[in-house]
């Protein structure tokens, strides 16, 4: 009688630290370089055609390093429409998905972001009633500023209505972002029901997401934000790495793990806040961008929070370009598109989730 052999482990072995060093420097160039060439196509694609050649020259005049001037419509049409654009769409998506990616890491979980804690709709709330109620002490600029107020002061509000005992439950955090959010929803809906035709075709176009008011002004209005945020977040790398190996351990490792959680809250407020304000709503860019990085790369923050910053500014170039020219000369909202293709991509996740953890229970 032979002895009956154990059944071998079919799993695959994880990658060793020497091939994930190699991936994450293969996924950087990679980004990096479809980066470039898609900001070079973004600028020269639209209904006034300019040659990349062109692009090049004329950026290369602005620089003093040679290149030439284009025609007086074409040097407008680069440098007054599509060039704020694209800077616009790299520093919104960037700062969508470096949130993201913090959210995920402060969480601990794969499938949050920063919509949870009620940001956006507490900027979108900020929003809606600046236009219904006639607002403008700031004139162009007091929607975005509102926008940008109201984000700030509901993450605030989250934060501290989630407090207890001087500590900050996760769970508790996340269902008042969902109270918060469906009262965010209630107090819109008012707006709404209040709002004559005009203001709500604004409040319209303005949820569904944009760039096309992109201007350098606004540029520079969620640079200062978005610079902050994006060279603070990899900063914190380290501890979030302490951080997903549970709250018990990271204390032990001497993670101050509330102040962690205050710092980032923070960051993502600002970096949310500052991208909602200008381009209104945008989904599904916090939470595709990190996760599909992360399932590439591993779940080290070193990498996935630059990593994501860089992979987000892509992802939306890529999704303005396509929404500005799939339908020319009409434009399809932002917000839409992203949600289009985020959704599928979301129940994915959900489905593949549970199958891994054998259910939610």
Known sequence: MTEKSAPSDTRPAPPSAKSRRSITWLLTAGMLAALIVLCLVSASIGAYEIPLGDVLSSVQHKMGLGGAALDRVGESVLWNVRLPRVVLALLVGAAL???????QGVFGNPLAEPGVIGISAGAAVGAVASIALGLSFFGNWTVTFCAFVAGLATVLLVYTLSRSGGRTEVVTLILT????NAFAGALIGLSIFFADNSQITQITFWQLGSLSQAT????????????????????????????????RPARHLGVDVERLRISMVLVVALLTAAAVAVAGIITFIGLLVPHLLRMAAGPGHRFLVPGSALGGALVLVAADL?????????????????????????FWLLRRTRRKQGGWA
Do not use: N, Q
């Not at 998905?97 to 959210?103: D, E, F």
């Not at 972002?177 to 918060?180: M, Q």
């Open 97 to 103: 998905s470096c949130a993201g990616a913090l959210m």
């Open 322 to 346: 396509t929404a500005r020219t799939v339908a020319a000369p009409a434009e399809l909202p932002l917000g839409v598109l992203t949600a289009l293709f985020g959704s599928p991509f979301f």
């Open 216 to 247: 350098w002004p606004k540029v520079l209005a969620v640079l200062p934000c978005a610079a902050i945020g994006l060279l603070v977040a990899p900063l914190h790398a380290r501890k979030l790495d302490l951080l997903s190996l549970g709250e």
């Open 177 to 180: 972002g969902i109270a918060v």
